[in-house]
Every structure is written in structure tokens, then in C-alpha cells.
């Protein structure tokens, strides 16, 4: 259903975050908030990031940053100067959430530097929701860190048991920390306008990246006092019984994932890989002939495993990515490729759901691919609505539904307070 | 004090994280969350590691325990003549139903969103598996480990030299949760103002690109595809993990480290004493220290090996450069931070005895999350939901009890 506004149309955000909470707000905007982006006259720091639209250094075309600010109008506004806090404070009267983030180095100062802690703005107005983002929460030992996405996630536990055992620890190279982070802040945010239709009080809702981060260990750090498991890298195989087993295996083009697991529900797609191969005249008589009913990965010898795995793995060198997968989804082996964003942006199944979104970007000659809607609703009105805001773009309409005439506009600008 | 969900009810079918992780976002603050669940079919999480000497069998499992507190449990065989009738019946009690099981299952039932919504217009309900409800590949079978692959998060994740690994805990599935309680909450808000219900398709595959927005916007604009860059990254050195002194009895410690300008670096070479190496002209910029990374870091790793994690990340971050231990899970249950925010809460399980649940990332100033009750027995709750919360007589109860359909 086009043209609907989406769940969240009618609430207004103001989005003052760094880099790892630009998600939260567009996600917001995906949804139909009014997000506005709220920048120092300067523009986002973010706002020079590589890579650029065209190569060169640009405040309009930093890549990261157009990728997560859709959704959102934009306005530039000096903090720091007393007519620019008076401002902030009466936009906030117009608001329903402010989010920001308090990122010790990430470019941004907090609102509290300017004066402006949850208690003026729950002042201003009370039925204001204010969300913090931070990498260990608002208080606490070491709210004062510095912390980038690598430092969150290695202190949220989730790079220990990533990689190989022979290498450091590694993290992903996108920064997953401010993923979970703004995530949890755009929900915490959702929650607390629920809280709000009972109460009609805002609240403050405080967000650690590093909690957010935990909860990817998917219980393993509160099962540690029963397990004694603190975590391990184990690469790219897996340990079972008496043998090693390959999880990612190379292709003609690229790699796929796939494990020689027993159990009902894996077993059948062992048998279809073997017969897909047989098609091609590479399945050796040892493993067509093979009891697969009775097989099981914990009892298997070594010896066993590097024969099934030598003739495996020498098929895979002849298939690629997207000729395993079309096999996978055909003939239901549990198989996945390692997809790069060449094989996604040609991916049958967001094709067919229409998940891809192209919008035009006039102001910078552009027209931008990006994954669209996060969920699809029957009622429509989950999208990116708008290309990123370029510097400053809506200060004339933001100032003007504000109540700021043209001429203030100017004397405003001319004094360095946009 | 009641939680801000307090009232709200939730019907959960299926299994697995995705779902039920995201449910229990709403169970925290108060929200009745009710898990249909089958002996016939059981969770594969209630079945980790067991075999028939699992103490409490199918309640043993510890990994569900810890994902699934604040819940019932009732058991209902869906394949039972009288299964799909009863679980529609709780349907019409709920508010918001949840399921994460193969694309079409629900609908075999008649407990489909088309079905469902003709008797209860403003159902809310959301369906997650990997890849959608619609489209060719719908009934890929896959779990988290293959959903973390399809969406690119194995390609970004490893060495350039070695095997795309994908960071730990198959990330869909942790993602998907927060993208299932956020629209889930969005709709709850529409409801409140319009009356309206509506159906939610969310892939967990498409959620995640969302989040690698950068990735798919540098590639179709430019070309380039990103790729793993073990630890760097592409704007700024040193940017690592650095090996490190054992620790309680570990030698497989690890502090990263990450210097983002030239006023960092030089807060680091002050941190660590200005040794001359750090006066080399050539890293006296980003461009240089990136050209000649490989020869900083085999410095800072002479530097770190014979201190602990902990003492590196206390000097530099008293210095203002940005440090921190590379925690494994144990040290996550010492983490004073997370210890401060009261993350880990206790819980006692009827099999397992006194285990750790772990709270989400978010704190409200007006209301708290709370773990009132550890996770359910299979069918735990299956009388108290039909007879008390639904009504139902106890001679039919008795009577359905008897032809076997609460298995």
C-alpha cells in the first residue's frame, strides 16, 4: 500500500547521534517518524568518511554515510551558542524522542556538554523520550572509555571466540557493535512511546553497545558458570567426536559454507549433495555406497573424513557460489555461499520480493541502490523514504514549521547559529 | 511494579533464537508470552546435547533456559486432529502471535495471518525464517550460520588470506530479535492509535542488509566490493589486537588497541613512554602508519606480551587512547560495567538449579525489566493457559486432556 505513512507517521525524532547510532534514527524514518538529523554547522564528522561518490573527498558523497542516514531530513544547528540551545530546546517541545549519542571520541560531543541533560529537556517537555547510546551505558566504570566498534565488541565478548585459533582474535570488518547498539535503542525507543500512551510521561532509556553486544553470544557468557566454556576460536572447521570436520570450503569463485553434520534433519541433504555430484560424474563408489542412515559426525575417524572431504571438495572447485545455491535451494542441502555484494545485488530472491530500493539523488547527480525494507508489512509503509539529508538541507522548513521567520533565518545563519 | 507491557499478550510458535529472542524482549517488562510447543516436535534448542540420560530430558537444555525465561509453556500436538483448533483459540486470545517456523506451515493449520485476521481484525502477527515468506527460495532450509553467510556478514569477517568466517554466534540470529521487538512495537503503537492490525514478513537475510547498507551502496555505486580486513581498518593504524601476558591462568589473552588520528598516537607514544621507534617520522601521520602497519604492530606486540589486557587497556585509556581486553565469557560474568547494569540475573530452574539469564542492552528510567520466573517446562502451563487464562471448563479440558492432544 503506497502513500501509507507507516506505523511510527506522526511521531517526530530528533536524531543528534554519531556514526553508531545512525541506525537507530533511520530505522525510525524506515517506519515513518519524522527523523530529523540535527548536525553542527560544520556537518557530521561522519560526513567525511571514505569511501566517496566519485573518489574525492566530498561532505556529500562519504558512502557510510549516505547508507544510513536515509529516511531522515536534515538540519544544521550550533549547539555550543546560546540561541542555538535555545532553539534545540524549543524543537525538543516538538518532538517526541531526541537520541543521541554520549561516545567518548566519536567526534560528537554530548548534549550534556551544552547543558543539556535528560532533566532540561524532560523539563521542556515531559512527555519527551530521550535515548543515549553509549558503549558501557550512562554511568558505571568505564563510561568514560573511549571506544570504538572494534573495543565494544572485543569487550562484549564477541570477537573472542571469532577467528582462527592460530590468529588474534577478529572482528567483523563493518562495525556490528553499532548494529546491536542502535537496534536495541530504536526498540528501547518503541517501547518507551508505548510506556508513554499509558503514562503520557517520557523517559530517559539508556542503551550500553557492549550489553547489546553480549546478547550475541547467544547465551554462551550466562552458561559459562555451569559449562566452564569461556568461548574459543575454532576457524573454519568444526571438532567433533574424534575428528575435524571443514565448514567453509572454496569454490570456483568464491566460498560456501557446508558441514558434514549427522542427525535427521541433515543427513537427507548429505544423500542429495552425494547424488547431485554423481550427476556430474564426481562421486567416487565410497560414498554412494555408504550406510548414510547410520552415519553420525561424533563416531567418524579422521581417515574417514579426508576421503568424503577430499571428493567433496574437489566438486565444489568446479561449481560457484550461485550454481551451489540454486542446488541448495532445489535440493535442500544445508548449504550457503559466503555472498559478497555482487551476488546479492543479483540474488533471484530479493529480486522477486522487490527488496532492492533506487533513489534519486538530484542534488548529487546520484541514483543509489539500497536494501530496502527491513520487514515487509501487509500495510505497507516500512521504506527508505528520502535519500540521505544533504548539509543544512531542511533548515528553511524545519525553522519555518518552528515558527521562525525568513529574516531571523538569516540573522540566525549570519551569526553562526545554524 | 507492573512492567510497561504488563497486559500484553503474545502467542509464540516455533523455535530456535530468533523468534523467541525476540519475544522475550517483551516478556521482560511484563508481557504474558505463551510458547506452543510439542513433545511430537520439540524446540531443537530443548534438544542440544541430549540423549536419553539428559537429565530432564527435553527440559535440560540449558542454552534454552537461558533464552526463554519469563515465558509458559503449553504443549499442543498441531498434528493432532484437535491441535490446530486449540491453537487457534489461543490466537484469538492474543494479541500479538509470533512464529518462525518453514514458510507455510502456519498456513497448513489454518492458523495463517488471512486465516486468522477474519476472526480477529486487529491481530497482530509476525512471521520470521531466513529469507521471507514470498520468492523462489522461501524454503531454503537454513539456520543462523546460513543466514549470516547469505547476507555477507562471513565475507566481511576474517583474514584476506584465509576462509570468510562470520563473526561468532551466526548474527542474524541476534539481529533478528531487535528487528522482530521494534516492528513488533511499531505496530503495537499503530494499533493504539487506529485500531489497525497487520501482518509482518520479516526475513532475516533482508534485516541484515540493512544493517550492511555501506557494503551494498559502496558496491553498486562504485564497483567495489568491501572485503575482511582481519582487524584494520581503512582509515586508521595501529588498529588491532595485540597479544598479551597471561591472565588467571590463560595464555590466550588479547587487548585491542585503536589510534584514529595523529593527536592518538601521540597520546599513545606518551602512554607507553615514548620509546624511539614511535619517533620515527614515517608514522608521524595516518598515511603514513597505515603504509607501515605491519611494522607498528610487531612493536606494540613487544610492548603488550608481557603486561596483561587489563593493565594496557587501564594505562592507555588513562591517557585517553582507546583500549580494551578482548573478553572471553567468563570475564563478561566479572565485567564490573556489565555488572554495574545488573546484566547477568540469577534464576532457579526446576532441572538445572541456579543458572545465569542475561538482561538486553536497554535500561528505562521509569520501569525496570525483570525475571520473575525461569523458563517454562515443556507444557509447564498448559492447564493454568486454557483454564484460566482462556476459561475453559475443566470437563472439557479433562475431556481433550484424555484424547491426548496437549502432547
Same mark, same amino acid.
Not at chain 1, 540535527?38 to 574525492?56: N, Q, Y
Not at chain 2, 560495567?337 to 526446576?350: C, I, N, Q, S, W
Given at each position: ?309 577430499? @571428493?567433496?571438495?574437489?566438486?565444489? !572447485?568446479?561449481?560457484?557460489? *550461485? %550454481? =551451489?545455491?540454486?542446488? #541448495?535451494?532445489?535440493?535442500? +542441502? ?61 533548515? @528553511?522548513?524545519?525553522?519555518?514549521? !518552528?515558527?521562525?521567520?525568513? *529574516? %531571523? =533565518?538569516?540573522?540566525? #545563519?549570519?551569526?553562526?547559529? +545554524? | ?407
Amino acid at each position: 500500500m503506497r502513500g501509507f505513512g507507516g506505523s511510527l507517521n506522526g511521531y517526530r525524532v530528533l536524531d543528534c547521534t554519531a556514526e553508531p547510532g545512525f541506525l537507530a534514527g533511520k530505522l525510525l524514518g524506515d517506519l515513518g517518524a519524522d527523523v530529523i538529523k540535527v548536525e553542527p554547522p560544520g556537518g557530521d564528522p561522519a560526513r567525511r568518511r571514505p569511501p566517496f561518490l566519485g573518489g574525492a573527498p566530498d561532505l556529500e558523497k562519504s558512502i557510510p554515510w549516505l547508507a544510513l542516514n536515509t529516511s531522515k531530513r536534515g538540519i544544521t544547528l550550533n549547539l555550543g551558542h546560546p540561541q542555538g540551545r535555545d532553539l534545540f530546546l524549543r524543537l525538543c517541545g516538538t518532538a517526541d524522542v531526541v537520541i543521541e549519542c554520549c561516545w567518548p571520541g566519536c567526534g560528537i560531543l554530548p548534549l550534556v556538554a551544552h547543558g543539556l541533560d535528560w532533566e532540561t529537556l524532560h523539563a521542556a517537555n515531559p512527555a519527551l523520550v530521550f535515548c543515549q547510546i553509549s558503549p558501557f551505558g550512562r554511568q558505571g566504570p568505564y563510561a568514560a572509555y573511549r571506544a570504538s566498534d572494534i573495543t565494544v565488541v572485543a569487550m562484549g565478548g564477541n570477537m573472542y571466540p571469532t577467528g582462527d585459533p592460530d590468529r588474534p582474535p577478529v572482528r567483523c570488518s563493518l562495525p556490528v557493535s553499532h548494529f546491536h547498539a542502535a537496534l536495541d535503542a530504536a526498540t528501547g525507543i518503541a517501547f518507551a512511546l508505548w510506556a508513554r500512551e499509558q503514562t503520557g510521561e517520557g523517559q530517559l532509556v539508556d542503551i550500553s553497545a557492549q550489553e547489546a553486544v553480549a546478547m550475541a553470544n547467544m547465551t554462551g557468557p550466562a552458561q559459562y558458570p555451569l559449562t566452564g566454556a569461556k568461548g574459543s576460536r575454532t576457524g573454519a572447521v568444526f571438532r567433533a567426536g574424534r575428528a575435524c570436520f571443514r565448514e567453509l570450503w572454496p569454490c570456483r569463485d568464491g566460498w560456501v559454507s557446508f558441514a558434514l553434520r549427522g542427525g535427521p534433519a541433515r543427513i537427507p541433504g548429505i544423500r542429495a549433495l552425494i547424488e547431485y555430484m554423481d550427476e556430474h560424474g564426481m562421486a567416487p563408489a565410497y560414498l554412494k555406497e555408504r550406510d548414510w542412515s547410520a552415519y553420525n559426525h561424533n563416531t567418524i575417524t579422521q581417515e574417514e573424513v579426508d576421503a568424503i572431504e577430499s @571428493a567433496i571438495g574437489a566438486f565444489f !572447485l568446479t561449481k560457484t557460489m *550461485a %550454481e =551451489l545455491f540454486e542446488a #541448495a535451494c532445489a535440493r535442500h +542441502l544445508m548449504l550457503a555461499p559466503a555472498n559478497t555484494p555482487r551476488e546479492i545485488l543479483a540474488a533471484d530472491q530479493l529480486r522477486a520480493r522487490g527488496f532492492f530500493v533506487e533513489l534519486d539523488d538530484l542534488s548529487r547527480g546520484a541514483r543509489l541502490t539500497y536494501p530496502g525494507a527491513f520487514a515487509k508489512s501487509s500495510i505497507g509503509g516500512i521504506e527508505p523514504r528520502r535519500p540521505a539529508p544533504r548539509l543544512g538541507e531542511h533548515n @528553511a522548513a524545519v525553522y519555518a514549521e !518552528l515558527g521562525v521567520a525568513v *529574516a %531571523e =533565518l538569516r540573522s540566525l #545563519a549570519r551569526r553562526g547559529v +545554524l | 511494579m507492573a512492567g510497561l507491557f504488563a497486559g500484553l499478550k503474545i502467542l509464540e510458535f516455533g523455535g530456535g533464537a530468533a523468534g523467541p529472542l525476540g519475544c522475550r524482549y517483551f516478556a521482560d517488562h511484563g508481557a504474558t508470552v505463551v510458547r506452543v510447543e510439542s513433545r511430537r516436535r520439540p524446540d531443537f534448542l530443548r534438544l542440544l546435547r541430549y540423549t536419553p540420560d539428559t537429565k530432564g530430558g527435553l527440559d535440560g537444555s540449558l542454552m534454552f533456559a537461558a533464552m526463554n525465561c519469563n515465558k509458559l509453556s503449553v504443549a499442543l500436538d498441531l498434528s493432532h486432529p484437535r491441535g490446530p483448533d486449540l491453537a487457534r483459540r489461543l490466537a484469538m486470545w492474543a494479541d500479538v502471535v509470533a512464529e518462525n517456523f518453514a514458510p507455510g506451515t502456519m498456513a497448513k493449520w489454518n492458523l495463517d495471518y488471512e486465516s486468522l485476521r477474519l476472526e480477529k481484525p486487529d491481530l497482530i502477527m509476525v512471521s520470521t525464517c531466513l529469507n521471507g515468506q514470498t520468492g523462489p527460495h522461501r524454503s531454503y532450509p537454513g539456520f543462523g550460520g546460513q543466514g549470516s553467510a547469505i547476507a555477507g556478514f562471513n565475507h566481511l569477517t576474517g583474514w584476506p588470506d584465509r576462509e570468510p568466517l562470520g563473526p561468532y554466534g551466526t548474527i542474524t540470529d541476534s539481529l533478528a530479535p531487535r528487528f522482530l521487538a521494534l516492528a513488533v512495537a511499531a505496530a503495537l503503537l499503530h494499533r493504539c492509535r487506529t485500531g489497525a492490525g497487520q501482518y509482518i514478513d520479516l526475513s532475516q537475510v533482508e534485516a541484515g542488509l540493512v544493517c550492511l547498507s555501506e557494503a551494498i551502496v559502496t558496491y553498486s555505486a562504485t564497483g567495489e566490493v568491501l572485503g575482511r580486513m582481519g582487524n584494520r581498518s581503512r582509515h586508521a593504524a595501529p588498529h588491532g589486537a595485540f597479544p598479551c601476558a597471561p591472565e588467571c591462568g590463560d595464555d590466550d589473552r588479547w587487548v585491542v588497541i585503536a589510534v584514529h588520528d595523529d593527536r592518538d598516537w601521540d597520546r599513545f607514544c606518551e602512554a607507553i613512554g615514548n620509546p624511539p621507534w614511535c619517533r620515527d617520522e614515517r608514522f608521524a601521520h595516518a598515511q603514513g602508519r597505515l603504509a607501515h602497519q605491519e611494522e607498528i604492530e610487531a612493536r606494540i606486540a613487544e610492548w603488550t606480551r608481557d603486561r596483561t589486557a587489563h593493565s594496557v587497556m587501564e594505562q592507555l585509556q588513562a591517557a585517553g587512547v582507546e583500549a580494551g581486553v578482548v573478553q572471553n565469557f567468563r570475564d563478561l560474568t566479572e565485567d564490573p560495567a556489565l555488572a554495574a547494569r545488573g546484566h547477568f540475573r540469577a534464576v532457579d530452574h526446576p532441572v538445572l538449579g541456579s543458572h545465569l539469564v542475561e538482561a538486553n542492552a536497554i535500561r528505562f528510567s521509569s520501569s525496570s525489566e525483570e525475571i520473575r520466573s525461569p523458563a517454562p517446562l515443556l507444557g509447564e502451563h498448559t492447564e493454568y493457559v486454557f483454564r484460566e487464562l482462556l476459561g475453559m471448563p475443566a470437563v472439557e479440558y479433562a475431556a481433550l486432556h484424555a484424547e491426548g492432544v496437549f502432547f
